[in-house]
């Protein structure tokens, strides 16, 4: 479990990133509940809750892959893969609304390890089931 760890103490930090960013835009604009019509808050609590949507299904597919003793390379391909999309992936959205580099390449990264994890898992599934029989 050490490798899921690492990235799930980078992931958790760089929540805590954005959930700053939302503080101090609510302090900054007296908001107290929702977005208060501002687009740069709107940009904000999406880009967090993007993140809490994604980051915790990823983190148990990487965590059930690394127990299930997948070679440590590619834990570290998804970890970071993931990492990158989610910091992409939020910085994007919180600078426009609208298309981004960031948002793009960040969510596609971010689908893209999730998918290829529970692909992987699929695979050592079934395999597992040809070879014991």
Do not use: C
């Amino acid at each position: 479990m050490r490798i899921t760890g690492l990235y799930a103490a980078l992931l958790a930090l760089w929540v805590m990133g954005l959930i700053a960013r939302v503080s101090l835009l609510r302090n900054r604009h007296k908001i107290g509940l929702g977005d208060g019509g501002l687009p740069a808050m709107v940009r904000a609590v999406r880009a967090h809750a993007n993140a809490i949507e994604t980051i915790p299904l990823a983190l148990v597919l990487l965590l059930v892959l690394e127990l299930d003793q997948t070679q440590p390379w590619l834990l570290h391909a998804f970890g970071i893969m993931l990492l990158v999309g989610r910091v992409l992936h939020g910085l994007g959205l919180s600078g426009a609304s609208g298309y981004s580099f960031g948002r793009s390449v960040g969510m596609a990264l971010t689908v893209l390890s999730i998918v290829g994890m529970a692909v992987l898992l699929l695979w050592q599934f079934v395999l597992l089931r040809v070879l014991v029989g």
